[in-house]
T-cell receptor, first 115, second 113 residues
Framework: AQSVTQLGSHVSVSEGALVLLRCNYS??????LFWYVQYPNQGLQLLLK??????LVKGINGFEAEFKKSETSFHLTKPSAHMSDAAEYFC?????????????FGKGTMLLVSP | SQTIHQWPATLVQPVGSPLSLECTVE??????LYWYRQAAGRGLQLLFY??????ISSEVPQNLSASRPQDRQFILSSKKLLLSDSGFYLC????????????FGPGTRLTVL
């Protein structure tokens, strides 16, 4: 079975500061990992995904994440936060459930950006 | 390109009333389809998924049910709503591989009073 732990339900940064959102996973097979962003009252939008190619994955809106197998981590970073980055972020791991692919999500991290 | 629709966008229903939420996908065929519920502070809870017409797998026992009458249509239903059914319901689709991301609809906000 797969699981995802996102450390910190809320993260606050100042505009222009580094964004670091933490995600640790557990998987019995080589994982596929995803980061999604959700703005209020909207669906989830894919930021980036790791599918066993390069360990450093670049996504949309200047975000990137690094897969570290030894640490079972897939932390999301952005060098400089913008006000528009304020949203909830979800990390997810793909797994097989009765032979079919499903995603297991973390509980989410709300990113707050102050001017 | 593929798009996913959900309706209604918002719904307020009394306890004990029935429910029907609809999700449709355009621009792809034979997608895997998913229903999630999102409650504050609890992340996304997978309710049902479907790999084909009439094939439904339930993740959590509850008073909800799902049906897939057509390839690109997924319906979430209840005969009698409970207060605890309130939440934000999201439909998603994906291809059949574990490496495929899921694409989410805009969601339905359900309030049960």
């Amino acid at each position: 079975a797969q699981s995802v732990t996102q450390l910190g339900s809320h993260v606050s940064v100042s505009e222009g500061a580094l964004v670091l959102l933490r995600c640790n996973y557990s998987s019995s097979v080589p994982p596929y990992l995803f980061w999604y962003v959700q703005y209020p009252n909207q669906g989830l939008q894919l930021l980036l995904k790791y599918t066993s190619a390069a360990t450093l994955v670049k996504g949309i809106n200047g975000f990137e994440a690094e897969f570290k197998k030894s640490e079972t981590s897939f932390h999301l970073t952005k060098p400089s936060a913008h006000m528009s980055d304020a949203a909830e972020y979800f990390c997810a791991v793909s797994g097989l459930n009765s032979g079919y692919s499903t995603l297991t999500f973390g509980k989410g991290t709300m990113l707050l950006v102050s001017p | 390109s593929q798009t996913i629709h959900q309706w209604p966008a918002t719904l307020v229903q009394p306890v004990g009333s029935p429910l029907s939420l609809e999700c449709t996908v355009e621009g792809t065929s034979n997608p895997n389809l998913y229903w999630y519920r999102q409650a504050a502070g609890r992340g996304l809870q997978l309710l049902f998924y479907s790999v084909g017409i009439g094939q439904i797998s339930s993740e959590v026992p509850q008073n909800l049910s799902a049906s897939r009458p057509q390839d690109r249509q997924f319906i979430l239903s209840s005969k009698k709503l409970l207060l605890s059914d309130s939440g934000f319901y999201l439909c998603a689709w994906s291809g059949g591989l574990a490496s495929n991301e899921q694409f989410f609809g805009p969601g339905t906000r359900l309030t049960v009073l």
